[in-house]
């Protein structure tokens, strides 16, 4: 997935270079939200999968783990509603810690943090007007900027250290993944945010869930979170769908009235990634905490029913 995306980010920079369209282009933008939508949600829609492989399928344990996780998508939707701004830092915050855990060939700490701030940092860069236009369209203040510009300088810091992670990984032979990685780093780099962040997230974050997912649910669960990574996404697109035509048709008279298309869709999509991904991060700690433990005694394994 990750070498299709590329081929066709680079074909798109290349027929840009040539002037027969803009690398920031609606068309294109549109694409990449799509595509980020298609192939990021599903990922995170299966956690009641892992959730039942960790504490069992029944209905109480279902009812514990679905609570908190509910509680906690609420938490992230009042704090954009409200507190917009604590929310963009929240969200970044959220981002760079879950990021960095795709690295799960470093030790945890310094080095895993880094590797996902730099996720944020590496396009706030290379992309700065981009990036601190995206995140005034996602809080409706401009004082949103002053996040970009933190990011942006973190970048140096955070690609430093996390070039030392790239190469102990490269060393302990994890070579196709760091060139991978070291591609979507480019990418964050030199492309639209949007464009980057999919590159990313659907070519190289999705996918380590998957493999996770497979390695770690039997069959039987395989393919009941895999109707649930299904049928979830799609009601998660449905109600951002009925949520921008509710939008679309209210009286507004904002300055954001006059943005692009593109740049008011992606700022919805970013905020419905954030109530989502809250509750994701949160219980794929606790899940992997809770495996850690049960594979370390047999007697903590959950049945599965």
């Known amino acids: 997935m990750f070498w299709l995306l590329l081929v066709l980010a680079s074909c798109n920079a290349f027929g840009a270079r040539f002037g ?20 990021g949600l599903p990922h995170g829609a299966c956690d009641l999968s892992l959730a039942a492989k960790a504490w069992g399928s029944g209905r109480r344990e279902l009812i514990w783990v679905l609570v908190p996780y509910l509680l906690v998508a609420v938490v992230m939707a009042l704090l954009w509603w409200r507190v917009p701004l604590l929310a963009l830092v929240v969200f970044m915050c959220l981002s760079a810690f879950h990021f960095g855990e795709d690295w799960g060939m470093l030790p945890g700490g ?22 601190t236009e995206l995140f005034i369209a996602l809080t ?18 955070a690609v430093l250290v996390t070039a030392v992670g790239l190469y102990q990984s490269w060393r302990a032979g994890h070579r196709i993944w760091v060139a991978a990685y070291a591609l979507g780093y480019l990418g964050l780099l030199i492309l639209p945010p949007l464009e980057g962040f999919t590159l990313f997230f659907v070519g190289l974050h999705a ?10 649910l039997p069959t039987a669960l395989r393919q009941r979170a895999l109707r649930e990574g299904a049928g979830l996404s799609a009601l998660s697109i449905a109600l951002l769908a009925i949520w921008l035509v509710l939008q679309k048709t209210a009286p507004s008279h904002s300055a954001a009235d ?15 990634l954030s109530i989502l991904a809250a509750p994701h991060l949160a219980l794929s700690i606790a899940i992997e905490q809770r495996l850690t433990l049960a594979a370390l005694d047999p007697t903590r394994r959950p049945a599965l029913r």
């Open 140 to 157: 409706g203040t401009p004082d949103a900027a002053l996040v970009a510009q933190w990011l942006a300088a973190s970048a140096p810091v």
């Open 258 to 272: 006059l943005a692009p298309y593109s740049l008011h869709l992606g700022a919805e999509v970013f905020r419905m």
């Open 110 to 131: 310094l080095l895993r943090a880094m590797a996902g701030l730099a996720v944020i940092s590496v396009a706030s860069f290379g992309q700065q007007v981009a990036v």
């Open 207 to 216: 996918p380590r869930h998957w493999r996770q997912l497979i390695a770690t």
């Open 20 to 39: 027969l369209w803009s690398v920031e282009s609606e068309p294109m933008a549109l694409a990449a939200i799509g595509i980020m939508l298609l192939g």
